[in-house]
């Protein structure tokens, strides 16, 4: 038999190993051996998780769940055992005072609680939200903040994710009881039919980095107003429905920003976007045919127009700081039909979009006219939504112009040296987009394109071959694939 080359490790390390375990699993090695029996007390990361099986089956075992987790506590507190890290998920309902406990004589790092207890939600009393040294704290699910202070002296990383029972007035007593809060995580989309909470308003002095995800899309007229006041904020990535007014106050040091802005269905399903037409005395409606259908959507006659719903120009202008921006396929129709002006992103360096054919391009202009220091353009996908807006920045349908009005081409004033494109497949639409970029571009020092399918080699030879074939404005552009 082999000797037992684990055992032999160090206390130390065996500890390690046990604290990256499931604490049961930790704890049932102690009947191994002798040597085994008591490094249960050298764990410093616990993990407790009763959602294994239907609670509604397996009353016996919560029960055994959280006899095990109150004697495991009472062991490490009794050897004055330190904890660095407690991960609990549960369905029942229960109180935290070993926990608490935990938090008081540990000097407890880092706590996760997860509920998802279906019909009824954990109620964390006051005492549990006051810690001097948790520097990161998560909670998720069916829980419910019963609190009047919270005191996170040392707090650094917040987690609220899909929290049922969270109010406006307890989640800003959360926020402000974290003087020094660094990351900030939200995820807003409990109930599709519930009103916003986190969504509505983020303010702090100190966060630097910003999460939100809100999806609520039975909720409409719950989306009014919303506000960001973060001054130290250096990330934002936001993901939500628009709301009626966004209001933003200093951002100034905010360097990138990655936005999922969503127009609400039920104001944009019959939009026609033949009324974006600047030609307002073109009446030429008669003219349309079912040639058009793939392009425009139409009113029925008999419906009143609804107006689009939503503002973002304030958020748009307190953005202006950036250097890099992510725009999904539903911010740029957002942009085109929510944001009145266009600031100019003085310091923008890097803009990434993504595409999709249900969605158009008809901001592009206005966005890469309001760049004038942008170095990098990430395109993932060419394949859009062509409207009669489409503008000069697409190749799909010439740019109309009034008469007797001259109009330089968005790209030919753009300063683009790099311009990456990922998922091309070769259509004629996109060779046909790409043929205007490089025609276009006359700052461009390299263009990388990265094929979405490698499933034909040929294809592929073919599909390079008409890239490298096509004419470029600037001498010093060079074609690669990635």
């Not at 407790?48 to 769940?65: I, N, P, Y």
């Not at 100019?344 to 054919?357: D, P």
């Not at 309001?370 to 409207?387: A, D, F």
């Given at each position: 038999m082999?000797?037992?080359?684990?055992?032999?490790?160090?206390?130390?390390?065996?500890?390690?190993?046990?604290?990256?375990?499931?604490?049961?699993?930790?704890?049932?090695?102690?009947?191994?051996?002798?040597?085994?029996?008591?490094?249960?007390?050298?764990?410093?990361?616990?993990?407790?998780?009763?959602?294994?099986?239907?609670?509604?089956?397996?009353?016996?075992?919560?029960?055994?769940?959280?006899?095990?987790?109150?004697?495991?506590?009472?062991?490490?507190?009794s050897?004055?055992?330190?904890?660095?890290?407690?991960?609990?998920?549960?369905?029942?309902?229960?109180?935290y005072?070993?926990?608490?406990?935990?938090?008081?004589?540990?000097?407890?790092?880092?706590?996760?609680?997860?509920?998802?207890?279906?019909?009824?939600?954990?109620?964390?009393?006051?005492?549990?939200?006051?810690?001097?040294?948790?520097?990161?704290?998560?909670?998720?699910?069916?829980?419910?903040?019963?609190?009047?202070?919270?005191?996170?002296?040392?707090?650094?990383?917040?987690?609220?994710?899909?929290?049922?029972?969270?109010?406006?007035?307890?989640?800003?007593?959360?926020?402000?009881?974290?003087?020094?809060?660094?990351?900030?995580?939200?995820?807003?989309?409990?109930?599709?039919?519930?009103?916003?909470?986190?969504?509505?308003?983020?303010?702090?002095?100190?966060?630097?980095?910003?999460?939100?995800?809100?999806?609520?899309?039975?909720?409409?007229?719950?989306?009014?107003?919303?506000?960001?006041?973060?001054?130290?904020?250096?990330?934002?990535?936001?993901?939500?429905?628009?709301?009626?007014?966004?209001?933003?106050?200093?951002?100034?040091?905010?360097?990138?920003?990655?936005?999922?802005?969503?127009?609400?269905?039920?104001?944009?399903?019959?939009?026609?976007?033949?009324?974006?037409?600047?030609?307002?005395?073109?009446?030429?409606?008669?003219?349309?045919?079912?040639?058009?259908?793939?392009?425009?959507?139409?009113?029925i006659?008999?419906?009143?127009?609804?107006?689009?719903?939503?503002?973002?120009?304030?958020?748009?202008?307190?953005?202006?700081?950036?250097t890099?921006?992510?725009?999904?396929?539903?911010?740029?129709?957002?942009?085109?039909?929510?944001?009145?002006?266009?600031?100019?992103?003085?310091?923008?360096?890097?803009?990434?979009?993504?595409?999709?054919?249900?969605?158009?391009?008809?901001?592009?202009?206005?966005?890469?006219?309001?760049c004038?220091?942008?170095?990098?353009?990430?395109?993932?996908?060419?394949?859009?939504?062509?409207?009669?807006k489409?503008?000069?920045?697409?190749?799909?349908?010439?740019?109309?112009?009034?008469?007797?009005?001259?109009?330089?081409?968005?790209?030919?004033?753009?300063?683009?040296?790099?311009?990456?494109?990922?998922?091309?497949?070769?259509?004629?639409?996109?060779?046909?987009?790409?043929?205007?970029?490089l025609?276009?571009?006359?700052?461009?020092?390299?263009?990388?394109?990265?094929?979405g399918?490698?499933?034909?080699?040929?294809d592929?030879?073919?599909?390079?071959?008409?890239?490298?074939?096509?004419?470029?404005?600037?001498?010093?552009?060079?074609?690669?694939?990635?």
């Amino acid at each position: 038999m082999g000797r037992d080359w684990i055992s032999s490790l160090p206390d130390e390390i065996l500890g390690k190993i046990l604290s990256s375990v499931p604490t049961k699993t930790a704890a049932s090695t102690s009947v191994l051996s002798k040597r085994w029996r008591n490094l249960l007390g050298l764990v410093d990361n616990l993990s407790f998780d009763d959602e294994e099986e239907d609670v509604a089956k397996s009353s016996s075992r919560t029960f055994f769940f959280f006899d095990f987790l109150e004697k495991t506590f009472a062991l490490l507190l009794s050897n004055c055992a330190t904890i660095k890290k407690v991960s609990m998920s549960h369905t029942l309902p229960r109180d935290y005072t070993c926990i608490h406990t935990a938090m008081e004589q540990c000097g407890l790092l880092e706590l996760h609680l997860h509920s998802s207890s279906g019909y009824s939600s954990v109620h964390l009393e006051r005492e549990l939200l006051t810690s001097n040294t948790l520097v990161k704290l998560t909670l998720s699910g069916d829980i419910d903040l019963q609190v009047h202070r919270v005191h996170f002296p040392a707090l650094k990383s917040l987690s609220l994710i899909s929290v049922a029972c969270l109010g406006v007035p307890e989640y800003c007593d959360l926020l402000d009881g974290c003087p020094v809060l660094e990351d900030l995580y939200l995820s807003d989309d409990a109930y599709p039919y519930n009103p916003p909470c986190c969504s509505t308003i983020v303010m702090s002095e100190s966060i630097k980095r910003l999460v939100l995800f809100t999806h609520l899309p039975d909720s409409q007229q719950d989306h009014a107003a919303m506000l960001f006041s973060l001054p130290s904020l250096v990330y934002l990535d936001y993901s939500t429905f628009v709301f009626e007014n966004h209001e933003c106050d200093a951002l100034d040091l905010l360097v990138e920003a990655r936005l999922n802005l969503k127009l609400w269905e039920e104001s944009t399903t019959h939009y026609d976007y033949s009324d974006d037409d600047d030609d307002d005395d073109d009446d030429d409606d008669d003219d349309d045919d079912d040639d058009d259908d793939d392009y425009y959507y139409y009113y029925i006659i008999d419906e009143p127009k609804l107006p689009i719903f939503g503002d973002v120009t304030k958020l748009v202008a307190g953005i202006t700081n950036i250097t890099t921006l992510y725009l999904s396929a539903d911010s740029l129709e957002t942009f085109h039909f929510c944001c009145k002006s266009m600031p100019v992103f003085s310091n923008l360096l890097n803009l990434s979009i993504a595409s999709s054919k249900e969605k158009g391009w008809q901001v592009m202009p206005a966005l890469l006219k309001s760049c004038p220091s942008l170095h990098t353009l990430v395109i993932k996908g060419l394949v859009h939504r062509v409207t009669n807006k489409c503008g000069d920045a697409c190749a799909c349908i010439p740019g109309k112009h009034k008469e007797g009005e001259e109009e330089v081409c968005c790209l030919l004033t753009c300063q683009v040296k790099v311009l990456d494109i990922s998922d091309y497949i070769g259509s004629s639409q996109e060779l046909k987009q790409m043929r205007h970029f490089l025609g276009k571009l006359k700052c461009l020092e390299s263009v990388k394109v990265s094929v979405g399918s490698e499933d034909d080699n040929n294809d592929n030879e073919l599909l390079r071959d008409d890239l490298l074939a096509l004419p470029r404005i600037s001498s010093k552009c060079h074609i690669q694939f990635v």
